[in-house]
């Protein structure tokens, strides 16, 4: 989200055959009279002049913009103006709710204070109330980092919609602070613009500490000095009236309070709260009640401004479920039938054994916390060999040190699902944050040949339907299946259309029957490199197994012959399922300037930035890749209809001007490098290690300088 | 044998297993290797308990003690080294049907695989599980391992073991909810096989020390016990284990232990002028995880179906 990597101020311009032009985008809710956005050229070749002229212009289309929003009396979306001078705009309070299509809030506290809970609570309501929602934590890495530390903050961020969101969008339009040096890491990290409203607790200004209030009166004055729109609120004397500590219960307050902002439905809220709380006891419940309503109170009569989001009926979902993508990962499990998950706490992964733990036993399953990660997995292997697949769920440490366990269910193809929910790294990295690091780890982390299926979840539905494929592959194939989601998928909460489930679905009950003993327990299809496997159980498939070089019989077999043969195999049958599957699609125009290709949950980022640049007249698509192993078929032909293929990963490569790399020796981003390998192309790509997911502004702009660098070479 | 029960009357079987029925690949032990003895125990334990060569796994990690599943006519897991507990719980964990042994040896699962061990004993899973221990990494070619004696000289210790060996019995007997440990020697024909017997009638997870002779490279550990069998204490209890008097002979040491006494096992283990052999400790009691494990595995498609819409009704509107 960071504007820091864009070198020059070119906002409000864009170049057309070398000539620079103004744009200045058209609120939603006027474009049918405007348009999508207002442009005229500047008349000029050379950028230092576009920027000294634009200011003009732009001026002159703001205001348009303005006099058709007066016709019209009403308010517009994109919350472009505060709702803080509302008032003084129209001189009159509780007018309704100004409709807007989308907004983006954010709550951050100190570690502990539950700004996540008030969030996804928030998410949920806003999610059954029919609103597209997409959710975003933010996670210090510390349980407890040190309180009002800049650092320390933890959060979360709600995309509320219209329509349905696939990603965490821009600038908010509104942030919950609990106290003011929080909000430093997110002003860091460019999660906010001139105009966005803080609703800031005020307890500071009067604390007993003197280089607190110093500290809190200066941020005040830096955050006008941003252009933020403060609002100091009393939020801790609010909630002293009704618990003693209001650390814990404040963010039930301030949930109350965005219910009234937001006009969303406090009867589903209570109810929320009351599931959470279903362990506790009544008073629990009945506390973190009257503070929703008392937050809800409070704004109504201290806040002059509130918003609906209203979701069309041909918008809504039939059927919905609100959830993460780990408990959609979760769930998959359960869909898919598998019984058995064996996991070792780690973060971002166990929160989805922390769901099976809680619901696995309605589908009749087990989570077995093992003693360590190659435990897990052997665990699972085990059980996998006996006849039930067994799934087991980590992170890239995790992957790290279950690579040999891997290498073996390769070996000795032994189905398994494996879920690598990705953070940061190398070795402890970003535990909590997201990175897109993993892939080339999954691909060819085991040593010596290791062809497994890897794919890439790149929505929450997906978590869920990716593990039904898992399971299935992973027996149809005989091999581990390897199923990469990351940190964003981990935590953010959507509101999906909920599945279908069927029987179909589940794994069959374990194959008993007698087998024929002269079929050897690897009979290998020449062409595919498939085989059935006995099942212990099954009277006349007694073999060993073993991570041995084998030949058909399981017999250990160190010949040159038989190693060639197994390994050819094996490799074939990755073959075998590429011929299965089907080129992806190409989202926008199937040829053009510009292809930017993503995996992984880039996909609402980039598509949203790629419609933008194509409705402003860009030539640019994207296609997004599901299947890393084996690669989707056709990349090769798609490729070929642009003239410059980039990716755009949450992985690190070199930057293409970074000193001594150059264009030779550059390391390039994971799916570039396998790309480049796989099709003996000039793929480029752009990749940063952020910590946090990318918003369709940055990938605009990533497309808008390349192109015009493309401009620019010709 | 055949069906013939102590009243005369014949009992027709469907099907019969000899011990040729549990014989796998021709062993490629060493010629005196102790593991030649504890495979032919195993087939007759086999044999004895008439179990399905089907319904039965073999699971084994690395080295040359892991090389038994090969030697068996039944399912087998020749794993990766130190690896060979959490698979065969894996195996155990929803299929209660199965009867799963572990092979192990002392670099297996007292050095690369300790975690595993430590944890697996807590499990307590119904496997019967067998290290041999021969004090040296045979396979590799005589490094030392966790249990090498003292001054023992070995390729990574030209000049001797650096350090005193580890004693697996006490480490075990430390571990909470373990239910069945046993020490037996290679050698004596009779205790092997009731001690190995009585590990896989037991319920839960049953662990055999047995120290095995590796005469290609240190010959002097089993010899030097075989040569004085004072060295060793035989430890027998109607509880325990029973030997008629040619094994007591063999053993001029030996002494009644209430296996149920875990103050005494212990105090027996750690003596080390007289190595125990039998059972030290037996709990028939002790909460075992395969049991908790299965739960859920008698649902049908149609109760997992209605669970999994049940599961989804907790995020829906």
Known sequence: MSDSHVEGDTRYLFKRDKTWWVKVAVPRTLRDELGYDLRRSLHTHDLEAARATRWEVIEEFRSEIEKVKALRGGETDEGKQSPGNRESRNGKSQAGPIAVDQHIVEIVSDSGEGAQKCGQLMGLVSGKMGNGVWTVEIIPAEIQPPARSQQGASGIRVRMGSKYMTNMGNEADMVVAFNEQVLYSRIQNGAYREGTVVLLENMWAEDPEPAVREQYAEALADFKQRGLVVHELPIQQECLKIVSDPRKGKNMFVLGMLCHIYDRDTTMAKEEIAKIFRKKSDTVIKINHDLLYAGYAFARDNIDYQFSITTAPEDRLDSVVVINGNQAAGLGVMAAGIEMVAMYPITPATSASHYLAEDFHLTGGFVHQAEDEIAAIGFAIGSSYAGKTACTITSGPGIALKTEMIGLAVMAEIPLVIIDVQRGGPATGLPTKIEQGDLLAALFGAPGDAPKVVLAASTISECFHFVVMARKLAESFRTPVLILTDANLATGVQAIERPDVTDEWFAPPIDQSPWDRNVPPYDWDEKTGLSERPIPGMRGGEYILTGLAHNRNSKIAYDTRSNQEGMDMRSRKLAALAATLKAPEVHGDPEGDLLIVGWGSTIGAIEEAVDLARAAGKNVSSVHLRFLSPLEPGLKEIFSRFRKIKTIELNYSDAPDAPLSGIENRRYAQLAYALRAHTLMDIDCWSKVPGHPLSPATIGRVIDETLEQMEGAE | ?317
């Open chain 2, 1 to 317: 044998m055949f069906g013939l029960k102590g009243d005369w009357s014949l009992e027709v079987k469907e099907r019969y297993f000899t011990l040729e029925d549990y014989c796998g690949a021709e062993p490629r032990w060493c010629t005196g290797c102790g593991d030649h003895g504890i495979l032919a125990a195993v087939h007759r334990v086999c044999r004895d308990a008439q179990l399905k060569p089907e319904k039965t796994v073999a699971v084994s990690g690395i080295g040359c003690s892991s090389r038994l599943p090969h030697y068996m006519n039944t399912y087998g897991f020749h794993g990766l080294h130190g690896r060979a507990l959490p698979v065969a719980c894996g195996v155990k964990s929803r299929r209660p049907d199965l009867d799963v042994w572990v092979a192990t040896g002392d670099g297996d699962c007292f050095s690369i695989g300790a975690a595993h061990w430590i944890h697996a004993m807590r499990y307590n899973m119904d496997l019967t599980v067998l290290v041999f221990d021969n004090g040296i990494y045979g396979l590799t070619k005589k490094q030392t391992s966790p249990t090498t004696p003292l001054d023992v000289p070995t390729n990574t210790h030209p000049s001797g073991a650096l350090l005193p060996p580890m004693n697996p019995l006490t480490v075990t007997l430390g571990i909470t909810n373990i239910s069945f440990i046993a020490q037996i020697v290679d050698w004596n024909a009779q205790l092997r096989h009731e001690v190995i017997k009585k590990a896989h009638a037991h319920k839960g997870t049953s662990f055999v020390r047995i120290i095995q002779r590796c005469p290609v490279y240190v010959e002097s550990i089993g010899k030097t016990l075989q040569d004085e069998p004072a060295r060793l204490k035989l430890l027998t209890h109607e509880k325990g284990v029973q030997v008629d008097d040619t094994v007591k002979r063999q053993f001029p040491n030996h002494a009644e232990h209430d296996p149920s006494d875990i103050h005494a096992a212990r105090e027996f283990a750690e003596n080390p002028d007289e190595l125990p052999l039998g059972i030290l400790y037996l709990n028939p009691d002790a909460p075992r995880y395969d049991l908790m494990s299965a739960a859920g595995l008698e649902m049908t498609a149609e109760e997992r179906l209605a669970g999994l819409n049940e599961a989804l009704d907790h995020f829906a509107i």
